[in-house]
């Protein structure tokens, strides 16, 4: 089995830093969105649909890196990527570059673009990187660095906005990876791909290219389908609670920015700890029987949502309890990050990773991406107590989803290992 060099591990540390400040821009407006209405004289809608621009086209324009992904050099597109995402976010921090609206609008979209993008690059790689025992510790650094990067951006805006103003935190979450990926560019390495797969091992080269045909054939596996399903109902809550959370409880509850950010912060916490925690046990229980994995997200996800709904429908005088169920609620939801990623590379083949993770994107993204929209239709309609019930409620739909997968995952794994061992036989036996 091939195992990584420190050349590959450099690589790795340097994709775990671009991703921290990439994912850092996805959610600087949920702390600033009073600010951003009194700029530009938008409600509560339009602040929603702004927030849904930005994730939507990303999740949407990830089909088309998913699909170079599985064709050309990973290390240049990433990249082209990194350099996507923030040199529009860094312009947004110019007040000469969003003097209204539709300029803000526009930057946000193409900083969407590069979140969007390195998503499957990321798990192709990853997946290259690491054999399947290894793929949910991997896997969960990466997701440790996404929820570093989602928990910074809003606490940089939450801390800085008062005293620096609300244009200044997007460029300090953008400015640190131009020199990080200059440093890519020219240390990277790329795994070959297969390199990490049992079966194999024995070969020199394995260089197939996805097809349409092979594109089709990741909707006939179980597996894959119940993944892609679970992704909408478990990312509304997070659409919706991730955007609105913080102005809800400086509007609705009262409490002052730096408390309301300081729960958003800590339910994030909750998900970074939960993410290795968990990815360690889904990784143990995963190796004595594969079905254990997804029982256990299922089972923490239904259990995260009895916190989330106190904190919604209590009117808490103490922020301290807030802080206790938000970090309660993200540690307990934190079990879906921790594994997904590793289900879907182990029923998957290398060469078709990147568009299975750019399909897994776009419907992981549909309920994050509407999520800002439909909380501020709903607020305008109904109130802001009921948006965020509505939204909580989806956790239990994805955690049944999981329930599903853990009765397809082994099949849809062995038939993979199967099918690597037969490629590898005949690739021995005509060369």
Known sequence: ?????????????????????????QRIMSAILPELGAEYGLGRQQLGFIGSAFTLVGA??????????????????????????????FMTGLEIFT??????????????????GIYPLTFSLIGDYF???????????????????????????????????WRAPFMIAAAPNFPLVILFAFTASEPRRGRAEAALED???????????????????????????QGIPGTIPWGVLGYWLIFFLETERHLP?????????????????????????????????PSRMPIMVGIGILAGTIPVMFAINLPISNPVVY????????????????????????????????????????????????????GGVMMAMTSTVFALNFAAL??????????????????????????????AQHILETT
Not at 65 to 87: C, M, N, P, Q
Not at 99 to 116: C, D, K, Q, W, Y
Not at 148 to 154: A, K, S
Request: aromatic share 12%; net charge positive; glycine share 10%.
């Open 203 to 229: 070969l020199e080269e394995y260089n197939p290219r996805i097809t349409w045909k092979d594109f089709k054939k990741i909707f006939t596996n179980r597996t894959n389908l119940y993944t892609f399903l």
């Open 323 to 374: 802080y206790a169920l938000a970090f309660i609620a993200g540690l307990l939801v934190s079990t879906a990050s921790a594994n997904v990623k590793a289900i879907l590379m182990n029923v998957n083949h290398p060469e078709r990773r990147g568009s299975v993770f750019a399909v897994f994107n776009i419907t992981d993204n549909l309920g994050q991406g509407f999520g800002p929209a439909i």
């Open 99 to 116: 003097p209204n609206a539709a300029s803000f609008i526009i930057l946000r979209i193409l900083t969407g673009i590069g979140v969007g």
């Open 257 to 289: 920015k730096a408390a309301a950010t300081l729960v958003f912060t800590l339910m994030g916490a909750g998900t970074t700890i939960g993410a290795v925690l968990f990815a360690f046990w889904g990784e143990r229980l995963y190796k004595a029987k």
């Open 60 to 89: 949407f324009m990830s089909i088309g890196f998913g699909w170079f992904t599985d064709r050309i050099s990973r290390k240049w597109l990433l990249v082209l990527v990194v350099a996507v995402g923030e040199i529009p976010c």
């Open 131 to 165: 054999p399947e025992e290894h793929r949910a510790t991997a896997s969960a650094f990466m997701g440790l660095a996404w929820a570093v990067g989602m928990i910074g951006g809003p606490a940089i805006a939450g801390f800085l906005s008062p005293t620096l103003g």
């Open 394 to 423: 989806w956790w239990i739909p994805c955690g049944l989803l999981f329930l599903l997968i853990a009765k397809t995952l082994g099949a849809d794994r062995d038939a993979l290992l199967k099918d690597l061992e037969a490629r």
């Open 1 to 25: 089995m091939s195992h990584m060099t420190g050349r590959d591990k450099f690589t790795l540390v340097l994709l775990v830093l671009m991703s921290i400040f990439l994912f850092a821009d």
